[in-house]
């Protein structure tokens, strides 16, 4: 027994078990990688008091109780420390395939986890716990319900790579989100056939916002984003078949200035129908746009909409004059007309064709949506006036009549 190591209090060590000088107890072990690694505790077993001036901690025996388990189950006990924001590194930078514009969401995100004390926390000291008390702290500073959403999703799939590499077991953001926070996102807002009508025949006669006109009509009538929009050049029009061909958009980058890309998803790449009025509109824009300046964006050059320099419009150029536009509208005509951004078109064009009653399907096409729960959505602006007519129409049909009776006494 003489030949056996003792801690300073005359208690047996165990095998891999030992004591410095300065009192704290280690325990040397083989990770799975065949490397040697070590734990310290100021505790050998859970009964010893921390040492005055020492932070409490589990004792030895108890962190070795959990390796062992770690590598029983074949948990890799280094990448477990690795911390939330490490992780969120790790797994970004195995996905470098992306659009500037997801690259700029995932540096965000990351700010806010280096900010948030989650973020400096190790993979598997997080609990389920951890993962709500962190959205409610983002609720508490001010992020939106479906921003918090959006982010939730992203920790929860990095959570899933740890969990692929053997580095935790459970996932702290596998829950609903519902389940914590309300969903006080304000449904989307659309414009009524007569607001539609109102607001334009308000632009074509005022003195300023009559030059975007045009650019509205087409973005009611044919449900583009703004940035397919701004990024259509003389190219992308085939007035013979009276289509729009949209396979690319434009955006502008304070680092970099204008660059193209491809549409939001695969989905975007698509040909849009002309009406009579959106034709009528491009030829208004042919016909009345500045000179364009002779530069070339990623291959694209020519562009429809211009600002008055000759450069094409972004975004923001848009924005700016929907905004003004909607405010001395509101100023004269309207005051509680609804608030409006130029992607309340494109809401509008698809409730308007879903309230008409297209086929999901080829809604689904036009609109560019990836996923058809996303068109699905606009059905939910169905009015009592449309429900009314489609169940009319239905029940027409059902019983062998192609037109209500009133409509046939009518013809």
Request: aromatic share 8%; charged share 30%; hydrophobic share 35%.
């Amino acid at each position: 027994m003489s030949d056996k190591r003792r801690d300073n209090k005359g208690r047996i060590l165990k095998t891999g078990e030992s004591q410095r000088k300065d009192g704290r107890y280690a325990y040397k072990y083989i990770d799975t990688f065949g490397k040697p690694q070590f734990v310290y505790a100021w505790k050998l077993v859970m009964t010893d008091k921390t040492p005055a001036g020492k932070r409490d901690d589990m004792a030895l025996r108890d962190k070795i109780k959990e390796l062992e388990k770690d590598l029983s189950d074949g948990i890799d006990t280094i990448g477990k420390k690795m911390t939330v924001c490490q992780l969120y590194e790790k797994h970004t930078n195995q996905k470098r395939n992306v659009k500037r514009g997801t690259e700029v969401g995932r540096k965000h995100l990351l700010d806010i986890l280096k900010a948030d004390k989650l973020g400096a926390r190790a993979i598997d000291t997080v609990k389920l716990s951890d993962g709500k008390e962190w959205a409610i702290r983002m609720k508490d500073n001010g992020y939106a319900y479906k921003t918090i959403s959006n982010y939730k999703r992203s920790l929860k799939a990095i959570f899933y790579t740890a969990i692929q590499d053997d580095c935790v077991r459970k996932n702290p953001f596998n829950f609903n989100i519902n389940d914590i926070l309300e969903n006080d996102t304000k449904p989307k807002e659309i414009l009524t056939p007569e607001q539609e009508k109102s607001l334009l025949l308000f632009a074509e006669k005022d003195s300023i916002y009559h030059k975007i006109c045009d650019e509205i009509i087409i973005l009611l009538g044919t449900g583009l984003r703004i940035s397919e929009l701004c990024g259509l050049t003389v190219a992308d029009l085939d007035f013979k078949n009276k289509l729009v061909n949209v396979d690319h958009q434009l955006l502008r980058n304070a680092e970099i200035g204008y660059y193209i890309e491809v549409p939001k998803t695969k989905s975007g790449i698509r040909q849009i129908p002309m009406t009579e009025e959106v034709y009528q509109a491009f030829q208004r824009v042919l016909k009345s746009r500045p000179k364009p300046e002779p530069f070339v964006i990623d291959g694209y050059s020519n562009f429809l909409f211009l600002k008055k320099d000759g450069y094409p419009k972004v975004s923001i150029n848009v924005s700016s004059a929907v905004k003004g536009l909607v405010k001395k509208y509101k100023k004269k005509c309207a005051e509680d007309f609804p608030h409006v951004t130029p992607h309340t078109f494109r809401h509008s064009f698809c409730t308007r064709l879903a309230n008409a009653g297209m086929n999901p399907k080829a809604l689904q096409y036009l609109m560019g949506h990836s996923n058809i729960t996303m068109t699905l959505d606009y059905y939910a602006h169905a009015t009592f006036n449309s429900a009314k007519a489609e169940m009319e129409r239905l029940t027409m049909l059902h019983i062998g009549i192609e037109k209500p009776v009133s409509e046939q006494l009518i013809a």
